[in-house]
């Protein structure tokens, strides 16, 4: 930032909160949800879940039934040893997850692109938010988004990786921005290509095709993968009450 402080004040609330609590996150700090399971932080009519995680030690902060519901699958997971949830996603280029985790030492970590740069390659305008300097300069910038869980996993002989596993009530939920609201033939439309363009984005290293779902969708971090965007897993909601 040349040298400028940032004036805290000026910051919207809610990126104050995101920066404060996970801007200088590394391995062997408490980690601290995004969005805390309390009434004011987290979006009205959620249904918020305070789960307390032996596995953890700690009480994860979850904001929908889903969540926590594919929570508990995840730590039910023997091969799972770490979940962040409502993690921020860095709208810059920044390390990867692993960075600094004892059980990624000697890994070759090659850092992910940041959201500002994703949305540019698929046509989507990024949120941001307006920041005052201590010279009185204001300046746009871009605004983190949240991703749902954030899953750490280290299978017996493998390397260990990071799933940052999105999770939705509904495929429309993926599709849609705005649901909340009425929308002109056009701006479905529109969205339906936005939606496209980001489902485009998320393909393996060879090529294969994205698998869709209409519970969750998954990306893949491992060691040595340049993009956040690599692998989506299956995870039917439907299957497990079958």
């Not at 993690?87 to 960075?99: D, F, G, N």
């Not at 540019?120 to 983190?144: F, N, S």
């Not at 909340?180 to 529109?190: C, H, I, M, N, R």
């Not at 993009?227 to 439907?238: D, E, N, R, Y």
């Amino acid at each position: 930032m040349n040298g400028r402080w940032i004036t805290l004040v000026d910051l919207k609330k809610s990126l104050l909160r995101i920066i404060g609590r996970q801007g200088r996150f590394k391995w062997g700090d408490n980690y601290l949800a995004g969005i805390y399971a309390v009434p004011g932080e987290a979006p009205k009519g959620s249904r918020i879940c305070r789960l307390n995680s032996r596995k953890l030690g700690r009480a994860l902060h979850l904001l929908s039934t889903p969540e926590r519901i594919f929570a508990q699958l995840a730590l039910y997971n023997p091969d799972v040893f770490e979940l962040h949830e409502q993690k921020m996603l860095s709208p810059i280029p920044q390390v990867h997850p692993l960075q600094g985790n004892p059980l990624a030492a000697g890994l070759k970590l090659l850092p992910v692109k940041g959201t500002s740069l994703v949305a540019e390659e698929i046509g989507l305008k990024h949120a941001t938010a307006v920041v005052t300097y201590d010279d009185g300069e204001r300046q746009r910038v871009p605004h983190p988004y949240l991703g749902d869980l954030l899953v750490y996993i280290h299978p017996q002989g493998s390397a260990p990786y990071a799933v940052n596993w999105t999770v939705k009530l509904s495929t429309k939920d993926f599709d849609e921005v705005a649901r909340g609201s009425l929308k002109s033939l056009a701006k479905q439309k529109e969205n339906r290509e936005k939606a496209r363009l980001r489902h485009a984005a998320h393909s393996t290293p060879s090529g294969h095709p994205v698998h869709q779902h209409p519970a969750t969708r998954s990306t893949l971090i491992r060691p040595g993968s340049r993009s956040a965007a690599t692998q989506v897993c299956i995870v039917s909601l439907k299957s497990l009450s079958s």
